[in-house]
């Protein structure tokens, strides 16, 4: 992954040139001060772009998958501001004293429902899920599973580097049945289930998500309300 490595000095040029990106979270994170936060550049503009809307709301909720360093708990604190409920999780016991004024963190696997459970009702539920933990593709799909029912109405759930679903070690490839685009798919299918015989096949996601949006590395998931649809032809004449 060396290869995609910025080589420039300018982190917020390379973004706000590249992406025609110049919103909030171009400084927070180009010029970043403490914890360590590695990020795709264009995965920036994508942050702002979906999670925008809930900035300002009283008490959004947002739960990240993957504490790393704590760097970009430091940066979602600073974009959501002090009123929001923000809570890292990572398996590495290390990360246990990373929680502070930025997040709380919990220590504990992704696919956990009993750990996750406990979590969402700690923080009195979830508005934003951001995937950023191990990418193993089983745990990718796992943890939607179990976080996609508990997600508010309106709210927002992104999967990030994704690019490993290309990857023989995290249990992808670009044939490999385990791939996530592959489950994607099938959500789709889901949300189209009015219009074929198969059905639904991932109750609690595919039944419950209005929108897919698929980016480079990245898939975002909309949940808002689902109705059966139906059209009306209205004016003209005949």
Not at 97 to 102: K, M, Q, T
Not at 125 to 133: A, Q
Not at 198 to 215: E, L, N, P, R, T
Request: net charge negative.
């Amino acid at each position: 992954m060396k290869r995609f490595a910025f080589k420039g000095d300018d982190v917020r040029a390379d973004i706000q040139g590249g992406y025609g990106y110049d919103g909030p979270l171009l400084d927070l994170f180009a010029r970043a001060e403490g914890p360590r936060i590695n990020k795709w550049h264009h995965y920036i503009p994508l942050y702002d772009r979906y999670f925008a809307p809930f900035r300002g709301r009283d008490r959004v909720r947002m739960l990240e998958i993957g504490v790393a360093k704590g760097g970009s708990l430091k940066m979602w604190r600073s974009y959501f501001g002090p009123e929001a409920t923000i809570f890292g999780i990572d398996i590495r016991e290390k990360c246990r004293g990373l929680g502070g004024a930025s997040a709380e963190v919990r220590i504990g696997s992704q696919d956990d429902p009993y750990f996750l459970g406990d979590v969402v009702a700690e923080m009195g539920g979830i508005d934003i899920v951001l995937d950023d933990g191990s990418h193993q593709m089983p745990h990718v799909r796992r943890t939607l599973e179990i976080l996609f029912p508990m997600l508010a109405p309106g709210g927002i759930y992104m999967i990030e580097d994704l690019h490993t679903a290309y990857f023989p070690g995290f249990e992808g490839g670009v044939s490999a049945e385990g791939n996530f685009f592959n489950r994607v798919r099938e959500l789709i299918d889901d949300m189209h289930h009015w219009y074929h015989p198969a059905g639904v096949k991932h109750g609690g996601v595919g039944d419950a998500v209005s929108g897919i949006h698929v980016h480079d590395s990245v898939v975002v998931f909309e949940k808002g309300p689902v109705h059966r649809p139906t059209f009306s032809l209205v004016g003209g004449e005949g």
